[in-house]
């Protein structure tokens, strides 16, 4: 029986099922999990699960979507104007609590502040006051009651005023910076249209930029939903994940194309199949790429967040940490069964040739039931067999008798 499949599956140019190295049993060789990630061989079904991933992905972008609508972004001073001042958390009668801080401002200038929050730890924390665009009266009637009340110290321990600082932002110029951050966005977004339409056939580029705005509003949906604040670095980083996002839907591409090139003269796999398998292949190199791309992100925010306390390096961290783990996840898990699910649909080659493939592995299918009885019949057909000498010696097949085939030819695999 075996050997009939083994024959069967060589001429049809389709697999058959491999004998469990373990269990003895019919079916693809049980592996550990690590080792079918490495190898690649195709053991995990994506692209033939993408109605799970669809739902998913679907899920994650309507939680997003409704966040903007609902919601809407906390935007930072660069974007929307006002007033910040920062000063030391360590005063001289100790930690500086943000509530403090909070109700001198309150007391002082007899409106509330738009937030007071701690940022960093340690020697290097400090306390930062936001509020609306404060006049330079206002803002010098804050530092003395802050200086006074407080204390708070300098680098060499000994309280000093001029370690309490403050910036503006008009809101015409934060009109400004919104305006253009919202360019550069738009013509980064032009630009890799371009490229992914040049370099790619039509099916591909309209998944790869589906996956790309999938990443962009999954990005700023989560900022939304956290109420993490937009920040012009924010938009730097945008931009920078943007870009690790194609990067990574081309690794995937690529291998999808090297492994569909002629797909239409084999009958082997179907074109979801070798896309599912060239997912597969590329597993562990998005993978490592992420995390290699996620180790210095994390170093960043350790150094910004716990030693430096620097808001800036900050918000870049944060945004690419996020884009990193939606750009691995949409290149895997929404680009490539998008690229499956519109070539079945609109693509008349693919389509026929999918029915090509299933329509040969019935016949396989059949022709090995048919196998298996003609095996059962062997060893009567060899009795019924009879030979006769021939003058060189050899022996050959009575007349109108059929011949059993060579054991050979049978024991291949």
Do not use: C
């Not at 910076?177 to 040049?198: G, H, N």
């Not at 060899?382 to 010696?393: F, I, L, Y």
């Amino acid at each position: 029986m075996a050997k009939h499949s083994n024959e069967i599956s060589e001429s049809s140019g389709v697999e058959a099922p491999a004998t469990d190295a373990r269990t003895g049993e019919s079916g693809a060789p049980q592996h550990g999990f690590f080792v079918r990630l490495y190898t690649g061989t195709g053991a995990f079904e994506v692209v033939g699960k993408r109605r799970l991933w669809y739902a998913v992905s679907g899920l994650i972008l309507l939680v997003a979507v409704a966040s903007i609508a609902l919601k809407g972004f906390t935007l930072g001073i660069d974007f929307e104007g006002g007033t910040k001042v920062s000063l030391p958390a360590t005063g001289a009668h100790g930690p500086i609590a943000t509530q403090q801080v909070e109700d001198i401002y309150s007391t002082t200038l007899g409106k509330a502040p738009e937030s007071v929050v701690q940022v960093g730890s340690g020697s290097t924390a400090t306390v930062q006051i936001r509020s609306e665009h404060l006049a330079d009266d206002e803002i010098e009637k804050l530092r003395s009651a802050l200086f006074d009340q407080l204390q708070p110290l300098a680098d060499n321990g000994e309280p000093s005023r001029q370690v309490i600082s403050d910036s503006a932002v008009s809101e015409t110029w934060g009109g400004q910076i919104t305006r253009k951050a919202l360019i550069a966005l738009l013509v980064f977004v032009v630009l890799a249209a371009i490229y992914i339409t040049v370099r790619y056939e039509r099916y591909m580029a309209i998944a790869a930029l589906a996956a790309m705005f999938f990443d962009i509003i999954v990005t700023a949906g989560l900022y939304s939903l956290v109420g993490w604040e937009v920040t012009p670095a924010m938009v730097i980083g945008l931009l920078t994940i943007l870009g690790f996002s194609i990067y990574d839907t081309v690794i995937v591409f690529d291998k999808v194309e090297e492994n569909t090139a002629g797909f239409e003269h084999t009958t082997r796999r179907t074109y979801a199949e070798q896309a599912n398998l060239a997912i597969n292949q590329t597993f562990m190199r998005s993978i490592n790429t992420s995390l290699i791309s996620v180790l210095p992100i994390g170093a960043l925010m350790v150094v910004a967040v716990w030693m430096l306390g620097v808001g800036t390096l900050k918000d870049l961290a944060l945004v690419q940490l996020v884009g990193v783990v939606v750009g691995t996840y949409s290149s895997i898990y929404f680009a490539t069964p998008l690229l499956v699910t519109l070539r079945e649909r609109f693509d008349d080659k693919v389509r026929s040739h999918t029915e090509r493939v299933l329509r040969r592995r019935d016949r396989v299918a059949g022709a090995g039931v048919d196998a298996a009885g003609e095996d059962a019949g062997v060893a009567g057909e060899a009795a019924r067999t009879v030979t006769v000498s021939t003058e060189a010696g050899g022996s050959r097949p009575a007349p109108g008798v059929r011949p059993v085939r060579p054991s050979g030819k049978r024991g291949r695999s």
